[in-house]
T-cell receptor, first 114, second 113 residues
Framework: DSGVTQTPKHLITATGQRVTLRCSPR?????VYWYQQSLDQGLQFLIQ???????AKGNILERFSAQQFPDLHSELNLSSLELGDSALYFC?????????????FGEGSRLTVL | GENVEQHPSTLSVQEGDSAVIKCTYS??????FPWYKQELGKRPQLIID?????GEKKDQRIAVTLNKTAKHFSLHITETQPEDSAVYFC????????????FGQGTRLTINP
């Protein structure tokens, strides 16, 4: 158990819908990262938050947004869903950043868009 | 651009043999190179990492080498065992206003008994 909690574990929805994925980082970790892993694909970096502020942005679509709350949990919002958004979405956390401290991944939220 | 090339995409070796996975990065300012192992249906987990001021690092049967001039780094697994079967991801930091950790596409390693 990495200490990073993601909910829901599985989610099935239809095209055009909107979903919210939730992540609770390890106790004491200030940074939260979101990654997307499509079938047989690598880990695509979406976005990083540090202590409530957006710190780095990757290949995140405009239909996607995220935030980190004062209690440091984070939510990834995916809207106007398309079939291609079906993927495993990982949240990860680190104390400050992945260079000074290890990146710990959650178990992922598997999103299926029908 | 921010890119990490990883090869091969699949690798099959006999138990007891060695396995080598190679990655290439594009930014000479990259300074941190971790390797993650993802077992089927599980989360990625850090297995070893190396920083740009070091050329090689070893941890039991796993070693990583870094060639900064060529912008290459490699994962070496010796005396492979069935439990080494997994997908392995390399990653590199890309400096900027905020560092990003960019992953390679992954290598599916299968150890044949």
């Amino acid at each position: 158990d990495s200490g990073v909690t993601q909910t829901p574990k599985h989610l099935i929805t239809a095209t055009g819908q909107r979903v919210t994925l939730r992540c609770s980082p390890r106790s004491g970790d200030l940074s939260v990262y979101w990654y997307q892993q499509s079938l047989d694909q690598g880990l695509q970096f979406l976005i990083q938050y540090y202590n409530g502020e957006e710190r780095a942005k990757g290949n995140i679509l405009e239909r996607f947004s995220a935030q980190q709350f004062p209690d440091l949990h984070s939510e990834l919002n995916l809207s106007s869903l398309e079939l291609g958004d079906s993927a495993l979405y990982f949240c990860a956390s680190s104390v400050v950043d992945f260079v000074t401290g290890e990146l710990f991944f959650g178990e992922g939220s598997r999103l299926t868009v029908l | 651009g921010e890119n990490v090339e990883q090869h091969p995409s699949t690798l099959s070796v006999q138990e007891g043999d060695s396995a080598v996975i190679k990655c290439t990065y594009s930014d000479s300012a990259s300074n941190y190179f971790p390797w993650y192992k993802q077992e089927l249906g599980k989360r990625p987990q850090l297995i070893i990492d190396i920083r740009s001021n070091v050329g090689e690092k070893k941890d039991q049967r796993i070693a990583v080498t870094l060639n900064k001039t060529a912008k290459h780094f490699s994962l070496h697994i010796t005396e492979t065992q069935p439990e080494d079967s997994a997908v392995y991801f390399c990653a590199a930091t890309y400096p900027g206003a905020a560092q990003k950790l960019v992953f390679g596409q992954g290598t599916r390693l299968t150890i044949n008994p």
